[in-house]
């Protein structure tokens, strides 16, 4: 199997890759009091030291209360956090990698009972339909996490960092906005469309542009699955993803990382067949932007069985290697394969194809 379209280098507003692959963000809960230290700086080092062309960091939590949903997810603002990031990203660039901090809010998403759920904050109060959770977002509460989400991006830019990722997905506070199911406000900041739930996140967008200024990528990870409902749909037809992602690239958005669960699936099969384009591959056709496309890579099986103890056999990347060859999106994000194998990168551009190995579920009590 050739793998050389996996190698071409790529360029996003002077960000220059080495190659089309992406360490997609995976929550580790690693980091004491929110700070990262040492072993988070090996962890991603040893990724960069083989050859992932940009590595997308676990989710890091803005400066707001019950940001995060579980203890040991690291903080993306205050002195001592920034310190331990600054360390990260410089060993990362001497190991001749780039890095992007994946930056959030959790919402009404709480991880067991480690903060009270009153303190959970969402566009309604609620984290799914009619199941409540927390309390709704008062007008300043919106506000002030527009501009927590601005102070961290700026924080990543200043302290050496190649780009930063917005997580707008997976049923967490952004995508709580997006989804009809979670925002049921009646003012600005909902509506009976997509375009018009829209508009939390193109503010944060919007806020961040400002905050980094033209020449530092932004990212925004979205999704159509939610943790709490696996088959929701925000949108059901291209026109209503345009609607969608249209409004997001327009207010400043370089780079869509489209997640769904199995990259090879497509998002209208009943448009273009079985071999049609994925969601990245829509959303790049749709909206002009870069893509990235995330979905089990390398693996027999999704990352829902990591959820009950199951790890996950290799699988051919053949698939991978068609779809990247007709440019379907730009780059390609793994996630629990490159968790599992730091080496996978490496093993797959010297063809070592027999020495990758699967997804071991033990894997996620360290960060080996």
Known sequence: MKTDTLFRPFSLKGMELANRIVMAPMTRSMAPEGIPGQPQVDYYERRAAAH????????????????????????????????????VANAVHAAGGKIAPQIWHTGSIRGGKWEPEAEAESPSGLVGPNDPRGHAMT??????????????????????????????????????FFWSGSNQRDDNWNGPTIKERSRFAAEIVKAISTAVGPDFPLILRVSQWKQQDYTARLTSTPEEMTDWLMPLVDAGVDMLHCSQRRFWEPEFPELDGEDGLNFAGWAKKLTGAATISVGSVGLNSDFGGAFVGKGSQTSPIDQLITRMERDEFDLIAVGRALLSDAQWVQKVREGRMEDLHGFNIEDLKTLN
């Open 52 to 87: 992932v062309g940009l590595i997308l960091t676990e989710g890091t939590v803005i400066d707001r209360p019950a940001s995060r949903n579980l203890p040991g997810i690291p903080f993306f603002h205050g002195e001592k956090a920034m310190t331990g990031w600054t360390d």
């Open 139 to 176: 007008e300043a509460d919106v506000e002030d996490t527009i501009a927590a989400f601005a102070n961290s991006a700026k924080l990543a830019r200043d302290v050496g960092f190649d780009a930063v990722e917005v997580h707008g997905a997976h049923g967490y506070l952004i995508d709580q």
